[in-house]
């Protein structure tokens, strides 16, 4: 019988022990299982979390394997290889489907019927074939998606119009990488038109700053890695936020990797696209307003996933 309060998390590199230690602070779990194929790591992970129970909800952290997840409400994969200075997500491709190709069937074998949440990049690609690979629902299989780029997008706007950021709506949607947009069209600081608020705040040269400010976004990933070698706080934040959503079905609207079934023209692949995500995953994937630029940005973005998908051969 599925546990709505048990989560698994299947990798514990710096992601996935990351996304354990803000699901832990969160306490909106009861039990968390790691699994990983170096059973010492998931072992010293979770003993590690667990010293610091007393300070926090009670809850079971374990090592495991993939029989324990088997009545998990969610499963969050963050196994695969990490990014390199100087690689795309896109570069990871062949390592990853083959990770997943691995892990997938023995998820499948427990009869699993929670939510499958990939986070392993390309987020998007391997959305879609984690889809192909089980077989579950489309619902019941989505990635983080943009929900990292969206937080970094409203951030950078924060920062730039001395605003709290929280009072920012934007959303980032397409590829979780380098042919990702901003849906400028639809941004708004609580409910004031993004351009009339920047020029409130004295900033008036529109273009060149979206410009700026989505290069940024697009390209921090980048920053991060060149810098200290990986990410892993604000993708841990943004997993525990979809997590949230799924544990409270809060219905929150989040740019999740979703498999498209026609939604904007588009089929055949996973796209980040605002959606209402609530216990059962995926409840409506999002036709948002978009003007002619973005529309033209966002099947662009689809054209360049859906070929990489078409050298996978997974159907």
């Not at 499948?108 to 990049?121: H, K």
């Not at 993708?235 to 498999?259: F, G, H, T, W, Y």
Request: glycine fraction near 10%.
């Amino acid at each position: 019988m599925l546990n709505p309060r048990k989560v698994a998390i299947v990798g514990c590199g710096f992601v996935g022990s990351s996304i354990a230690f803000s699901l832990m602070q969160k306490g909106i779990y009861s039990e968390l299982v790691l699994i990983d194929a170096n059973h010492a790591k998931a072992e010293g992970e979770a003993l590690d979390l667990s010293h610091g129970l007393p300070y926090t909800a009670a809850m079971d952290i374990y090592a495991g394997d993939y029989k324990d997840a088997a009545d998990c409400a969610l499963i969050i994969i963050t196994a695969g290889a990490n990014q390199k200075p100087g690689e795309t997500r896109l570069d990871l491709i062949g390592k990853n489907v083959a990770i997943l190709k691995s892990i997938i069937p023995q998820i499948t074998a427990t009869e699993f019927e929670g939510i499958l949440m990939i986070v392993s990049n390309p987020v998007d690609v391997l959305t879609y074939a984690a889809w192909k690979i089980s077989g579950y629902p489309a619902h019941k299989v989505i990635g983080s998606g943009t929900v990292l780029d969206t937080a970094r997008l409203k951030f950078t706007l924060g920062r730039h119009l001395d605003v709290d950021s929280r009072s920012v709506h934007a959303v980032i949607i397409g590829e979780h990488g380098d042919s990702e947009l901003a849906v400028w069209s639809g941004a708004n600081v609580s409910g004031i038109d993004l351009n009339h608020f920047c020029e409130i705040r004295g900033h008036f040269a529109h273009a060149e700053s979206m410009q700026r400010i989505y290069e940024d976004v697009r390209d921090s990933a980048y920053q991060i890695i060149e810098r200290k070698g990986a990410t892993y706080y604000g993708i841990a934040m943004a997993v525990a936020r979809i997590a949230e959503c799924i544990v409270k079905d809060e219905q929150a609207v989040l740019p999740v990797s979703v498999i498209l079934g026609g939604e904007y023209g588009l089929s055949g692949l996973a796209l980040s696209i605002p959606s209402v995500v609530g216990k059962n995953g995926v409840e409506k994937v999002l036709e948002i307003p978009l003007n002619a630029k973005e529309s033209e940005a966002l099947h662009s973005s689809a054209l360049q996933l859906g070929n990489v998908i078409d050298t996978l051969h997974l159907n």
